[in-house]
């Protein structure tokens, strides 16, 4: 059983939840409402911002199409490619966190190829690939693999140092630390480079 105070609690947690889903929606609801003002009495440009109208329109006919097949192909895409991505720089970075020599030699290389404007390498990968699901998976790759291997490598090397030390003493191996400690204390880092991944 709950005390009356816990009960009180609960209900503060629950309120502050339904209050935040409200302001979100109604935030959500002001902004396609101007957008919609804006658009009737042409203070936006609707060829290229369009409307809420526009785009309800342009969802129900292509909704009589083929909607739900660029849908699937979109989503497929989208899958392989954060899958694909996630994976590979994870592992990367776990390589890279397992051998200081091989971080220190790659470290400049990443900056350099993370630096790089992705898009604009667009055409050669479509030239290179083809315009089709390779191409937009390997796109996706090149911009996701390299900011997983940066901001996982990066919160490993912030694993504290005391606790290191702590593994080290209690005679635990590279394998023992990585699972045990760094990879467990990076978890939050690793969701949020998920987060940016999955855009």
């Known amino acids: 059983m709950f005390s009356e105070e816990h009960k009180l609690y609960l209900k503060r947690i629950k309120k502050k939840k339904l209050f935040i889903r409200f302001i979100q929606l109604l935030i959500l609801i002001i902004f396609i409402i101007l957008w919609q003002l804006l658009a009737d009495f ?3 440009n609707t ?3 369009s409307s809420p109208k526009k785009v309800i329109d342009t969802i129900i006919s292509l909704h009589k199409t083929d909607l739900y097949r660029h849908i699937f192909v979109t989503v497929y895409e989208t899958i392989i490619s954060f899958s694909l991505g996630t994976i590979l720089g994870f592992l990367v970075a776990s390589i890279l966190w397992w ?3 091989l971080k220190k030699i790659i470290d400049p290389y990443l900056t350099i190829i993370n630096s790089l404007p992705k898009v604009a390498l667009g055409p050669i990968i479509i ?3 083809g315009a089709g699901i ?3 998976i390997i796109m996706s790759l090149l911009i996701s693999v390299i900011i997983t291997i940066i901001n996982c490598t990066t919160s490993f090397d912030e694993t504290d140092s005391n606790k290191l030390k702590l ?3 209690l005679k635990a191996n590279k394998f023992q630390t990585f ?6 204390s990076s978890i939050n880092d690793i969701i949020s480079s998920l987060k940016i991944n999955i855009s």
């Not at 699972?179 to 467990?184: A, D, F, G, H, N």
């Open 47 to 49: 060829f290229i911002s």
């Open 167 to 169: 593994m080290k003493s």
């Open 42 to 44: 042409k203070l936006i």
């Open 134 to 136: 390779k191409s937009i």
């Open 179 to 184: 699972t045990k400690l760094v990879v467990p």
């Open 127 to 129: 030239i290179w690939f």
């Open 99 to 101: 051998n200081e020599t």
